[in-house]
């Protein structure tokens, strides 16, 4: 997002409204459906805030008695300066910041009225802090409960709240008449029991609440469930929502209440704003069977609606046939006004915010590659729904992984980003890029807890180095074990919360299976090193010599690491009679040394010929050649000369 917003800095936007149509419900259950929510909300565009009543019901589905709940309260993340979230971020995200002097309060939050089990008690709260003791920060509560919740058991609690929304910076909130209503309700946490992602182990031995607070570094994590939820608004405000359009009904006090309903899916969020332009769309899948796509669009960027219903089209069928079947019947993109650009590139259920400016030609491809981006963690974030607190890798990097897999399939892999004046850049080139040319790439490993991860890396060790190691798994096991190992994963633990050791034990079952011990028994070696580990990979083409030796022509190829990483990997040796040698180091040890007899001259080797490794530090130090005119490295400099010419005078175009 942050290359995105470079190019949105100086457009503005307006926006109008029309009918919706009234769409079907789902029909059979995809998930267990735990956490159910009904919702009616109304909107007072004037003071920004809302009014809330919350039916929740809530099943046990452990073993445990559950003798309290908790709840996230996310939009007190914005009640102050002294919230985590604010401590952390210092009031920004991706470059945008809360307007301390801004006319209208910018500030956020939220506070429960009321909260009673139906036909029982009122409940009292406390606000707790998990994971930082920030007494100040209220974005956690815990709710005793004097009748416990057994196995299998459901609670049923009647809230009321009232929020207020922050004007927008961070993904959620106002901006003039424009309101992207994310986080806005409480929300129950994830019971974690033994055996689910929560390890505790041994007799009488029970499982956790999973509710952390809100990080300046992390997103969400939330329970399936199914959403009905009225929104009642000015009546010239289009309102477009998670799930499908139900209701619209008019009041004589020129409002209108719109309904949604949404089944097997972790979260809810709304848009409204008087200014919208609609245009609808369909993706046809070829096996049968569609997925209506629903544009919300700024009056400027109307032209621009083809570029992100092409671009939903392209992920769709995409991960359609390399990953899963896309299982609801509907997508919405919202294209918000720039004003409140800290609402751009966002994902909630079957919802995404994108972000383009009207000028942008054809070969910036940012509204396609947020709109793919955002997409695809409607896979990650909705359909496995991995936790984005404590492991934002499965989501993100993965997401950043199919990202450019997409983009590099339909737009060609050296300009799936830009494709001007010559200068071309491709979407996995880039993450590559992000990672690779850190002052120090070994600053951290993609593990951990969001929110303590190095200072400045979130972005690159949960994005960029994820999807570069991804793209080292690939080239290492092959695109189709890839896709099969990718398949496996998603079928098997889709709708249930899987974690990352469920996707390193399917790596180690199917690479087994498909290359036998070509890499060893498993391939927990390359994980504590891409995943858990902070190694670095630099191969280097050290040397390459033609001698004789007991009247034979040899060549002598030395090959090094000058990382501490330890991959395998090939040599290839081309000779003057256009023959080829293709030789196999381990990558153990820090250098190693080849030696063949051949009747014709080495001309020029190559260390990892074909870009395995990707993580590899330095591509420009693994070729060397006898004849600098073949040289692969001298060819690939060259042209890297030529993008960098036509990139700075693009850059003089623009300023």
Known sequence: MKRLLIFLLLFGVTVISFSQPSKPTFLIPLSPRLANYQINVTLDPVSKK??????????????????????????????????????????????????????????????????????????????????????????????????????GETIVLDIAFRAKLPKIFARTGFSRDFFLVGQWFPKIGVYESVGMRYQAAGPGKTGQWNCHQLHANSEFYADYGVYDVTMTTPKDYWVSATGLFQSEKLHSNNTKTVRYHAEDVVD??????????????????????????ELAMQ??????????????????????KHLGKYPFPNLTIIDPPLHA????????PTFIT???????????????????????HQYFMQLLATNEFEEAWLDEGFNQYYEGRILDATYGPRSSQIDL???????????????????????????????????????????????????????????????????????????????????????????????GTKYGPDMNWFFAQALYGDNVIDYELLSLKNRKRDGKQQCVVTVQNNG??????????????????????????????????????????????????????????????????????????AK?????????QWLAWLA
Not at 341 to 348: D, H, K, L, P, T
Not at 354 to 376: M, N, Y
Not at 477 to 503: A, C, L
Request: hydrophobic share 35%.
């Open 50 to 151: 809302l009014a809330g009543r919350e039916t929740l019901t809530w099943r046990n589905s452990s073993n445990d008695v559950i003798r309290e709940l908790q709840f996230h309260l996310y939009l007190n993340a914005f009640r102050n300066e002294q919230s985590t979230f604010m401590r952390e971020s210092g009031g920004q995200l991706r470059g945008d910041e809360i307007d301390r002097n801004a006319k209208q309060n910018p500030y956020g939050s939220i506070d429960i009225v009321s909260m009673k089990v139906r036909g029982g008690e009122t409940l009292a709260y406390e606000f707790i802090h998990p994971d930082d003791q920030n007494r100040d920060d209220h974005t956690v509560i815990r709710v005793p409960l004097s009748k416990p919740v057994g196995p």
């Open 421 to 515: 004046f010559g200068f071309g850049m491709g979407d996995l080139e880039n993450s590559r890029d992000s990672y690779v040319h850190q002052d120090n790439p070994a600053i951290g490993s993609s593990f951990g807890n969001s929110w303590q991860l190095p200072d400045g890396q979130y972005g690159v060790l949960t994005y960029s180095k994820t999807a570069t190691w991804l793209r080292t798994l690939e080239g290492l096991v092959s695109r189709p074990v890839m896709d099969e190992i990718m398949q496996t994963y998603f079928i098997r633990w889709k709708f249930k919360h899987p974690d990352g050791q469920n996707f390193i034990d399917i790596v180690n079952e199917v690479v087994p299976k498909r290359l």
């Open 299 to 320: 009056p400027e960027h109307l032209h621009q609606a083809k570029r992100y219903s092409d671009a939903a089209k392209a992920a769709l069928a995409y991960f359609d």
């Open 354 to 376: 994108a972000g383009s400016a009207w000028f942008l030609p054809s070969g910036v491809r940012f509204p396609e590659e947020v709109t793919i981006h955002e997409f695809g």
């Open 341 to 348: 650009q800290g609402s751009f590139g966002m994902e909630y």
């Open 564 to 637: 501490d990483g330890k991959f395998p990997v090939d040599v290839l040796v081309h000779f003057d009679n256009g023959r080829e040698s293709r030789l196999f180091w381990d990558g153990k040890g820090r250098q190693h040394q080849f030696t063949l007899t051949q009747n014709a001259k080495a001309v020029w080797a190559k260390v990892d010929p074909k870009q395995t490794i990707y993580m590899d530090t330095n591509m420009n130090n693994n070729s060397l050649t006898l004849d600098p005119s073949t040289a692969p490295a001298a060819k690939f400099a």
């Open 640 to 648: 890297f000369l030529f993008w960098i010419e036509n990139w700075m």
């Open 268 to 293: 809810f969020a709304w848009t409204a704003s008087p200014h919208f332009q609609v245009v609808n769309d369909q993706w046809k899948r070829p096996t049968g069977g569609s997925v209506s796509i």
